[in-house]
């Protein structure tokens, strides 16, 4: 899997990080995230990839002709390994300013913590380790990086608890991180109602012309961002429905066999079936 660079808007720039999560030894899975770049006066960074990404985000802040010390703020939408595993580098190097949701900073600045609590395959190589939030955030407010620059968080749980959204109004710009769920990816979520009542809440912003998510290429135009939103709102109708029709209320539920039921039902990859999408799938029995 490639990386991706490109200039989406004047100064909102795209890099697509690879990496791979070693669901048993003789599987490992492809994955990407997207981090992104704002370039103003300073540089703003939106994320930071797994470990190790800190040198393909400076060689194109190189490419473009600025210096990787310009970097002033990393702004982190939440607290899983794709997102802060190259943080603290970046922050040791540059001295930026990261911000993050209060409810992520416990696994922001104790990563064992978060291992111990959500063990993802492969965590210690995904993450360096952890980082001090130096701005905490509950959503509403407006973050002004730099003259001429400001967004809004917007708190969106559902995929974890703190997890943020921000809204660049100036550039009709919304950076939505892993809310929106692609239709046909794997399941990853904490809550599935917390996610609905997100993107039904994104879905009333007005004015935006630029959707940049982290598991897709970015989307622009009004018309394929509500298709995009509704997509992932129907993706996650379709997955509830999966679960209730296959759950048992007979007898106690085993979460893994119900797991992998469903990932048959919606033709998912055998490596679905994990925990992290067995939790997704349970937060489903819970909201019933």
């Not at 959204?165 to 100036?170: A, G, N, Q, R, T």
């Amino acid at each position: 899997m490639r990386e991706l660079q490109l200039k989406v808007t004047e100064r909102i720039h795209a890099i697509k990080i690879p990496f791979k999560v070693p669901f048993s030894p003789e599987k490992a899975v492809d994955r990407f995230a997207f981090v992104y770049l704002i370039f103003g006066n300073k540089i703003h960074l939106i994320d930071s990839g797994v470990a190790g990404s800190e040198s393909t985000i400076y060689d194109y802040i190189k490419a473009q002709g600025c210096d990787p010390n310009e970097v002033s703020s990393l702004l982190l939408t939440h607290s899983h390994p794709d997102h802060i595993g190259a943080a603290k580098s970046i922050k040791n190097q540059t001295r930026c300013t990261v911000f993050a949701h209060t409810l992520e900073q416990e696994w922001i600045e104790d990563t064992e913590q978060q291992f111990t609590e959500r063990p993802v395959p492969g965590f210690q190589t995904l993450v360096e380790g952890p980082v001090e939030i130096d701005t905490l955030l509950d959503g509403g407010e407006i973050i002004e990086l730099e003259q001429g620059i400001s967004c809004r968080i917007i708190h969106t749980p559902g995929h974890s608890k703190g997890s943020i959204s921000l809204l660049f109004v100036d550039d009709k710009s919304l950076f939505t991180a892993d809310v929106l769920i692609y239709p046909g990816d794997l399941p990853i979520y904490e809550d599935i109602s917390a996610c609905l009542i997100s993107i039904k809440m994104l879905q009333k912003i007005d004015n935006v012309e630029n959707l940049f998510s982290s598991w897709e290429s970015p989307i622009q135009g009004q018309d394929n961002i509500i298709k995009r939103m509704d997509e992932s709102i129907a993706y996650l109708e379709r997955i509830h429905y999966a679960v209730i029709n296959n759950s048992s209320k007979e007898k106690q539920q085993n979460i893994m066999e119900l797991c992998q039921k469903v990932v048959d039902e919606l033709d998912l990859p055998p490596f679905a079936v994990n925990p992290l999408v067995a939790k997704a799938f349970a937060s489903s029995l819970a909201a019933e």
